[in-house]
């Protein structure tokens, strides 16, 4: 599977962006898409997931500004985020995880929230 990721950018604080990661395959409509993101000197964490049934779950940091959802018609996940802050600053990547195979990454999208 073939993740690319678009939609990064510079943006100011309290600004909005929305992420989008486009598939390729054909088991994009059953397979749990998420997108984490790394900041400089940080490990990588989970900022979204949803599941193939659209169940989604967040990261305490992402609670109440950030959406993940999913069109798989077009085999994309997208995330929009609001009230974006600082330290939501990182590059984000794509993620999916089929069954139990090992999952599949994008090459990632740079968001930096500056003034």
């Known amino acids: 599977v073939h993740l690319v990721e678009s939609g990064g950018g510079l943006v100011q604080p309290g600004g909005s962006l929305r992420l989008s990661c486009a598939a390729s395959g054909n088991i994009f409509r059953i397979s749990t898409m998420g997108w984490y993101r790394q900041a400089p000197g940080k490990e990588r964490e989970l900022v979204a997931r949803?599941?193939?049934?659209?169940?989604?779950n967040y990261a305490d940091s992402a609670k109440d500004r950030f959406t993940i959802s999913r069109d798989n018609a077009k085999n994309t996940v997208y995330l929009q985020m609001n009230s974006l802050k600082p330290e939501d600053t990182a590059v984000y990547y794509c993620h999916l995880q089929f069954a139990n195979l090992s999952p599949d990454w994008g090459q990632g999208t740079q968001v930096t929230v500056s003034s």
């Open positions: 949803i599941t193939s049934g659209g169940n989604t």
